[in-house]
């Protein structure tokens, strides 16, 4: 099994920034892609970036693009999301994936384990 923890969430004014990290415990000796996903209330959960087991490949959604940044440190375990310029429509809560295996996708079905998620809010 894997637990997955996120922090970092908070309420920040638009146009701020906040960092967010995911911290994960228990069977990660393999590889495995990480993805970040956001649902806001009465919506569909929806990705946000993902990144691959060495870190080289990054993908993100259309939203985030150019504003939001994913990074990983596999010694600790943690991937974290820089989030920059940000707009009250990111508002949501953001959770943490993973997905075992060296294939990366942005499909919510194609992640095994996920966290509680953080809440962000961003004020207009």
């Known amino acids: 099994q894997v637990q997955l923890v996120e922090s970092g969430g908070g309420l920040v004014q638009a146009g701020g920034s906040l960092r967010l990290s995911c911290a994960a415990s228990?069977?990660?000796?393999?590889?495995?892609?990480m993805g970040w996903f956001r649902q806001a209330p009465g919506k569909e959960r929806e990705f946000v970036a993902l990144?691959?087991?060495?870190?080289?490949?990054?993908y993100y959604a259309d939203s985030v693009r150019g504003r939001f940044t994913i990074s990983r440190d596999n010694a600790k375990n943690t991937v974290y999301l820089q989030m920059n310029s940000l707009k009250p429509e990111d508002t949501a809560v953001y959770l943490c994936?993973?997905?075992?295996?060296?294939?990366?996708?942005?499909?919510?079905?194609?992640?095994?384990?996920w966290g509680q998620g953080t809440q962000v809010t961003v004020s207009s």
């Open positions: 228990g069977r990660t000796s393999s590889m495995y892609t």
């Open positions: 990144i691959s087991w060495s870190g080289a490949g990054t």
């Open positions: 994936a993973l997905r075992r295996g060296q294939l990366s996708t942005p499909e919510v079905a194609g992640y095994s384990y």
